[in-house]
């Protein structure tokens, strides 16, 4: 079992650039979650996927943000355009559907924006 | 989501038992509690949930009160490579499988 890739595991870019981070998520599971960590608010949940559909973004922070999810083994989330606040770490979870079954993370991608 | 209440920081010697406690006292019958941890610069790991009985892993056991209104992780020996923030979590059923995150204990495990 490979896990849930995250890609890239570092990302460095300048205030005003797109910015997009990679994920596949674990082979047959079929909900799909998009988290970040800062020091200022902890891990927070942005969006999750279910069969491919957005359920809930509400924790998008902004339009500028956006998630989507082609196919049951790769999601992109993208940030256009990106700014010194959005310097976090973005973590990707998968899950089975189920009420008890456990989500596996990523390693996450780290993002500096300058 | 249920709030956890949880200690800021605990230390533990290194081949002791840790128990880190949690305590959710609005837990509603159908909500289950998660354990999960965090290691430095890695995602956060799954370790063992529960609904009202105590369960154990390879990782852990966890003991929930007849109450529910506690639970408490226990690494029977730690280690070194145990320091780590550990979160607990109670999961709303109708809010999918999502996971809301506290603060968590940061578990300082010293030699």
């Known amino acids: 079992d490979a896990g849930v890739i995250q890609s890239p595991r570092h990302e460095v870019t300048e205030m005003g650039q797109e910015v997009t981070l990679r994920c596949k998520p674990i082979s047959g599971h079929n909900s799909l979650f998009w988290y970040r960590q800062t020091m200022m608010r902890g891990l927070e949940l942005l969006i999750y996927f279910n069969n491919n559909v957005p359920i809930d973004d509400s924790g998008m922070p902004e339009d500028r943000f956006s998630a989507k999810m082609p196919n049951a083994s790769f999601s992109t989330l993208k940030i256009q355009p990106s700014e010194p606040r959005d310097s976090a770490v973005y973590f990707c979870?998968?899950?089975?559907?189920?009420?008890?079954?456990?989500?596996?993370f990523g390693n996450g991608t780290r993002l500096t924006v300058t | 989501d249920a709030k956890t209440t949880q200690p800021p920081s605990m230390d533990c010697a290194e081949g002791r038992a840790a128990n880190l406690p949690c305590n959710h006292s609005?837990?509603?019958?159908?909500?289950?509690v998660y354990w999960y941890r965090q290691i430095h610069s890695q995602g956060p790991q799954y370790i063992i949930h529960?609904?009202?009985n105590n369960e154990t892993n390879e990782m852990a056991s966890l003991i929930i009160t007849e109450d529910r209104k506690s639970s408490t992780l226990i690494l029977p020996h730690a280690t070194l490579r145990d320091t780590a923030v550990y979160y607990c979590i109670v999961r709303v059923l109708d809010a999918g499988n999502m996971l809301t995150f506290g603060g968590g204990t940061r578990l300082m495990v010293k030699p």
């Open positions: 609005t837990i509603s019958g159908n909500e289950y």
């Open positions: 979870a998968s899950s089975l559907t189920g009420y008890d079954s456990p989500l596996h």
């Open positions: 529960g609904l009202k």
